[in-house]
């Protein structure tokens, strides 16, 4: 996400470094380069246009910090307006008193919209809910199957009537399942269609009527760029929409479409999707999704992946352990097993304040990973209890085991000695020793 955007800033935000203050021709200069790279990156020009106008009354208007340098006083104040632009605050999904609390996802035909219907089911399992799924997609050949097999995958019930052909009917019917099997959440799947026409409309307020959602969301293709922008206005002018889920942006690095959507509708986006897979479905955080297009990495959604994917009574657990005995290479086998839940790890490093710039262009393998797990896994639970008796011969059987090489072996342990140089000062409340270990 927002690839493209970000590299131009930063180079637009490098030019200012080793200048003494912020000046009015300076500042022109750099927010011309912002206004080309938001227009390159698909962002609407009005919303750029007043964005630009803004960013400028700030900039020049603002006294320059003496602590701070003129390009991180501008990027604070591009930041800030970006933050703004987006929302400021994250829009919740609706949580009712009402039991079910209901949830009508509505898009166009390819938009994602039923995988995304059962990635929110799977998010409101992980949190305790239980959610009941309506199949109200009475044109689409296999709709209702894709629901009942995306729904058997996140242990939710899917309610589907092949003979029903009247979407509001199967919609009312569904709600009145939901209400006697104590459904938390019901989540109403609709119909799409290769563009919006009336006949769409009119059905889908006939299931608004029928049902009288909490929250009606629109599901969004965020590939489509400023088309994106324009089916949210219609649909929001015909539903009143609660919320937007932007899609497939892992494949869109420009992001014109999330920095439009909000400033020209109104509608905030509460989700933005970034694979096939059920737990790729990320929250949207304004003030982290504006940090991460500056290049500063979002700690709130490195922190919201921790909290949904990682163990924490596992993680409890092996911090209680830490603190009475060493660091052994179980442990550290532990807590690869917890990282990789979080996700690819080219991925988490750009989610990290500074480390996707202190990286540059070196590239992540993913797979050391998988190599690390496979040597310490080719070892004996007496090597993993106690590393020095690793010699030459069990290094070697290690690394035939493994399918890696003698070198990658000592290289793990050797990374594998500075943690537990770390891990033992920790305890005794010592200083941090200075670590060399590549990420």
Same mark, same amino acid.
């Given at each position: 996400?927002?690839?493209?955007?970000?590299?131009?800033?930063?180079?637009?935000?490098?030019r200012l470094?080793?200048r003494?203050?912020?000046?009015p021709?300076?500042?022109?200069?750099?927010l011309?380069?912002?206004?080309?790279?938001?227009?390159?990156?698909?962002?609407?020009?009005?919303v750029?246009r007043?964005?630009i106008?803004?960013?400028?009354?700030?900039?020049?208007g603002?006294e320059v910090?003496?602590?701070?340098?003129?390009?991180q006083?501008?990027v604070?104040?591009v930041?800030?307006?970006l933050?703004?632009l987006l929302?400021?605050?994250a829009?919740?999904?609706?949580?009712?008193?009402?039991?079910?609390?209901?949830?009508?996802?509505?898009?166009l035909?390819?938009?994602?919209?039923?995988?995304?219907v059962?990635k929110?089911a799977?998010?409101?399992r992980?949190r305790g809910?239980v959610s009941?799924?309506?199949?109200?997609?009475v044109h689409?050949?296999?709709?209702?199957?894709?629901l009942?097999?995306?729904?058997?995958?996140?242990?939710?019930?899917?309610?589907a009537w092949p003979?029903?052909?009247?979407a509001?009917a199967l919609?009312a019917?569904?709600?009145?399942e939901?209400?006697?099997?104590g459904?938390d959440y019901?989540?109403?799947?609709t119909?799409?269609?290769?563009?919006v026409d009336?006949l769409?409309?009119?059905?889908?307020?006939?299931?608004?009527?029928?049902?009288?959602p909490?929250?009606i969301?629109?599901?969004v293709?965020?590939?489509t760029?400023?088309?994106?922008?324009?089916v949210?206005?219609?649909f929001?002018e015909?539903?009143?929409l609660g919320?937007?889920?932007?899609t497939k942006?892992e494949g869109?690095?420009r992001?014109?479409?999330?920095?439009?959507?909000?400033?020209t509708t109104?509608?905030p986006i509460?989700f933005?999707?970034?694979?096939e897979?059920?737990?790729a479905?990320?929250p949207?955080?304004?003030?982290?999704?504006?940090?991460?297009?500056?290049g500063m990495g979002?700690?709130?959604?490195l922190? /919201?992946?921790? %909290?949904?994917?990682? @163990?924490?009574?596992?993680?409890?657990? +092996?911090q209680? $352990? &830490?603190?009475?005995?060493?660091?052994?290479l179980?442990?550290?086998?532990?807590q690869?097993k917890?990282?990789r839940k979080?996700?690819?790890l080219?991925?988490?490093?750009k989610l990290?304040?500074g480390?996707?710039k202190?990286?540059g262009?070196t590239p992540?393998d993913g797979?050391e990973?998988?190599?690390?797990?496979?040597?310490i896994l080719?070892?004996?639970?007496?090597?993993?209890?106690?590393?020095?008796i690793?010699?030459?011969?069990r290094?070697?059987r290690?690394?035939?085991?493994?399918g890696?090489?003698v070198? /990658?072996?000592? %290289?793990l342990l050797r @990374?594998?000695?500075q943690?537990?140089t +770390?891990?033992? $000062? &920790?305890?005794?409340?010592?200083?941090?020793p200075?670590m060399?270990m590549?990420p």
């Amino acid at each position: 996400m927002f690839e493209a955007l970000s590299s131009r800033l930063e180079q637009v935000f490098a030019r200012l470094r080793g200048r003494g203050r912020l000046d009015p021709e300076n500042i022109r200069e750099t927010l011309r380069e912002i206004r080309r790279a938001l227009l390159e990156a698909d962002v609407n020009y009005q919303v750029v246009r007043d964005f630009i106008g803004l960013v400028e009354t700030r900039a020049v208007g603002a006294e320059v910090l003496r602590s701070l340098s003129p390009g991180q006083q501008l990027v604070k104040i591009v930041h800030d307006a970006l933050t703004e632009l987006l929302g400021r605050d994250a829009a919740p999904l609706a949580e009712s008193a009402e039991i079910p609390t209901r949830i009508v996802f509505v898009g166009l035909q390819g938009s994602g919209k039923t995988t995304t219907v059962a990635k929110v089911a799977h998010r409101l399992r992980r949190r305790g809910k239980v959610s009941l799924l309506a199949a109200c997609d009475v044109h689409r050949p296999a709709a209702q199957d894709q629901l009942r097999t995306l729904g058997a995958s996140v242990g939710s019930q899917v309610c589907a009537w092949p003979e029903e052909k009247d979407a509001a009917a199967l919609a009312a019917r569904g709600w009145d399942e939901a209400r006697r099997a104590g459904a938390d959440y019901y989540l109403v799947d609709t119909a799409g269609r290769l563009q919006v026409d009336e006949l769409m409309m009119q059905e889908l307020e006939r299931i608004r009527d029928a049902v009288r959602p909490h929250q009606i969301l629109l599901v969004v293709d965020g590939l489509t760029g400023q088309e994106a922008v324009a089916v949210s206005r219609t649909f929001h002018e015909r539903l009143t929409l609660g919320g937007v889920i932007l899609t497939k942006m892992e494949g869109d690095g420009r992001g014109g479409a999330a920095l439009s959507i909000r400033a020209t509708t109104g509608v905030p986006i509460l989700f933005v999707g970034t694979g096939e897979d059920l737990e790729a479905l990320e929250p949207f955080h304004p003030a982290g999704i504006a940090s991460r297009i500056l290049g500063m990495g979002d700690v709130l959604a490195l922190v /919201e992946r921790a %909290r949904e994917r990682v @163990d924490l009574d596992e993680a409890a657990r +092996l911090q209680r $352990r &830490l603190e009475k005995e060493e660091f052994t290479l179980e442990h550290f086998l532990r807590q690869l097993k917890e990282v990789r839940k979080m996700g690819p790890l080219e991925d988490l490093v750009k989610l990290v304040p500074g480390m996707g710039k202190a990286m540059g262009s070196t590239p992540i393998d993913g797979r050391e990973i998988n190599r690390v797990e496979a040597i310490i896994l080719s070892m004996t639970p007496g090597e993993r209890q106690r590393s020095s008796i690793l010699n030459g011969s069990r290094r070697r059987r290690i690394a035939r085991g493994s399918g890696t090489t003698v070198p /990658e072996v000592n %290289r793990l342990l050797r @990374d594998y000695e500075q943690m537990r140089t +770390l891990f033992g $000062r &920790l305890r005794r409340g010592g200083k941090l020793p200075r670590m060399t270990m590549k990420p």
